[in-house]
């Protein structure tokens, strides 16, 4: 017999039954899990549901305007946009709109700078006195600067790390140690990029696609640490979505080169990454997926240049 299958007899003959013998058998029943009886339409829903409060920083962004909407469909009780002033303003109307439509939630904004650890820390202790606790944390705040490598000035690249990267770090500690001190577990969802995983063609972006890259391992770092806590951390890589950070100046040509070497031959829709956030900070369907990152962005090729 072959080496390799004698391995997978191994496995089967041995490992597998005794798998199978220290699995409980109300595995599928236990607390926490869908009970028996409840109607498929029930199940279906409360498979997705998303319970608690949730932080969202850069949350009146492109994605995160269309990611809180989605977030309150699947049932979170508050959330607390966490956002620089400018944006907030801006997005004043949808946020009322928002508000409007989900009359039994709390909604509430904070002007914050995710680069500022103790406004931070601040911050989350506010959103805990006026919503009574933090159960999720999603990190959307991020900036891009496009520019070749050797003219990347330092004070550029240390503002896209410091946003991006360290901003995503301060955020997660700050809402870790609330949620360790809550003792009641939690989710976190940090916010990666195709630029994570390959160099974006043809903007020059070196600071971003490092600050992205960082993000993974961060999250995975994390979600080893704070599993004893019963707290998940993952990550999203969107890969080009039609939000105003892709329509900068310059961005016009990109946008339609980005659509032509996409096999779905367009950029995403904000909307389409709300089932992958949906997923991960879902108390139920999402419960045993820790340190992964779902990448959405139309493809599955895995070029260095993209
Ligand atoms: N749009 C895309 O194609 C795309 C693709 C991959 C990843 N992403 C990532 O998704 C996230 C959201 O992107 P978007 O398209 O909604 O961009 P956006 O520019 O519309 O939103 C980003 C938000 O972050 C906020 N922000 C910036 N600096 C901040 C700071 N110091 N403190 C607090 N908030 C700050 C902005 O005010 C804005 O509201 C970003 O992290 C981005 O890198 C976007
Ligand atoms: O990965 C693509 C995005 O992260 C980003 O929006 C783009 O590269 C900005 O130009």
Not at 51 to 70: K, P, W
Not at 130 to 152: I, K, N, P, R, Y
Not at 197 to 203: C, D, G
């Amino acid at each position: 017999m072959p080496a390799d299958d004698s391995a997978r007899d191994h496995l089967t003959s041995r490992t597998i039954p005794q798998l199978k013998l220290s699995t409980p058998s109300n595995a599928l029943t236990a607390p926490g899990i869908l009970p028996p009886g409840v109607s498929p339409a029930e199940r279906a829903q409360e498979r997705f549901a998303i319970q608690g409060n949730a932080i969202v920083t850069g949350g009146s962004g492109g994605i995160g305007l269309v990611v809180i909407r989605a977030i309150l469909e699947h049932g979170a009780s508050g959330i607390a946009i966490f956002d620089i002033l400018g944006s907030l303003e801006t997005a004043k109307e949808s946020i009322e709109a928002l508000r409007g439509d989900f009359p039994n939630t709390r909604i509430i904004t904070f002007e914050v700078d995710v680069r500022d650890e103790i406004q931070l820390e601040a911050r989350v202790k506010e959103v805990v006195q006026e919503l009574g606790s933090v159960d999720m944390l999603l990190c959307l705040a991020g900036v891009v600067h496009t520019q070749h490598a050797e003219e990347t000035a330092s004070r550029d690249w240390r503002r896209v790390m410091d946003v991006n990267t360290t901003g995503s770090w301060l955020c997660a500690q700050a809402v870790g140690k609330q949620m360790i001190a809550q003792s009641t577990g939690g989710s976190i969802v940090l916010t990666a990029s195709i630029s994570a995983h390959r160099v974006n063609f043809p903007q020059p972006q070196v600071a971003y696609n490092t600050s992205k890259g960082a993000i993974l391992q961060l999250a995975r770092s994390l979600a080893a640490e704070w599993a004893r806590h019963g707290i998940r951390v993952n990550t999203v890589s969107p890969g080009y979505m039609d939000t105003i950070l892709n329509h900068g100046e310059g961005l016009e040509e990109c946008r339609n080169i980005w659509a032509s070497r996409n096999p779905m031959a367009r950029m995403g829709n904000p909307e389409e990454l709300t089932g992958a956030i949906v997923l991960l900070l879902s108390s139920l369907a999402g419960r045993y997926i820790n340190g992964a990152d779902i990448v959405v962005d139309g493809t599955r090729n895995d070029p260095t240049f993209e």
